[in-house]
């Protein structure tokens, strides 16, 4: 018994169980994706979206439905109070945004034409809202 154990030679053998051991190994589906351009985009414009449903409810509170720039969202307004109108415009602009999203990895104007989106979006509603509300509260 001792002879066998210390020789070097190789040995006939039982088979042994084999024992499942567990390798983790990541792959590239499980692994994280890097930050990319699409998802700031995406975190921006849902953002923006946030940003514009809350400074239009403040400003269709204090100056009226017709304050709206949009005459869809400004009807809706009229039907159905500009809170419900908001939150249901807003819900649906944020949801197509995580669509276009998912879409910009596979068709390539999607990237600029989101890039544009959110650039108009902050010139053509925020700024003009934060200056009409923040000039109202400082003539008052």
Same mark, same amino acid.
């Given at each position: 018994?001792?002879?066998?154990?210390?020789? !070097?030679?190789?040995? $006939? /053998?039982?088979?042994?169980?084999?024992?499942? $051991?567990?390798? *983790? #190994?990541?792959? $590239? %589906?499980?692994?994280?994706?890097?930050?990319?351009?699409?998802?700031? !985009?995406? =975190? #921006? !414009?849902?953002?923006?979206?946030?940003?514009?449903?809350? *400074?239009? &409810? !403040? &400003? =269709?509170?204090?100056?009226?439905?017709?304050?709206?720039?949009?005459?869809?969202?400004?009807?809706?307004?009229?039907?159905?109070?500009?809170?419900?109108? *908001?939150?249901?415009? %807003?819900? *649906?602009?944020?949801?197509?945004?995580?669509?276009? &999203?998912? /879409?910009? %990895?596979? =068709?390539?104007?999607?990237? %600029?034409?989101?890039?544009? =989106?959110? /650039?108009?979006?902050?010139?053509?509603?925020?700024?003009?809202?934060?200056?009409?509300?923040?000039?109202?509260?400082?003539?008052?």
């Amino acid at each position: 018994m001792g002879e066998a154990a210390l020789s !070097l030679e190789p040995q $006939e /053998c039982e088979p042994q169980e084999h024992t499942p $051991e567990l390798h *983790l #190994v990541a792959s $590239e %589906k499980t692994q994280s994706t890097p930050f990319t351009y699409i998802n700031f !985009l995406v =975190v #921006v !414009l849902i953002l923006v979206q946030i940003l514009d449903g809350v *400074l239009t &409810g !403040l &400003g =269709v509170s204090q100056f009226g439905i017709e304050a709206e720039g949009n005459p869809l969202l400004r009807f809706f307004m009229g039907h159905f109070g500009h809170e419900a109108t *908001l939150i249901g415009a %807003k819900s *649906l602009s944020i949801a197509i945004v995580i669509l276009l &999203g998912h /879409c910009a %990895k596979s =068709v390539a104007w999607v990237e %600029k034409a989101m890039t544009a =989106v959110a /650039c108009l979006y902050i010139f053509a509603a925020l700024i003009p809202w934060t200056f009409i509300l923040t000039a109202r509260f400082v003539l008052i």
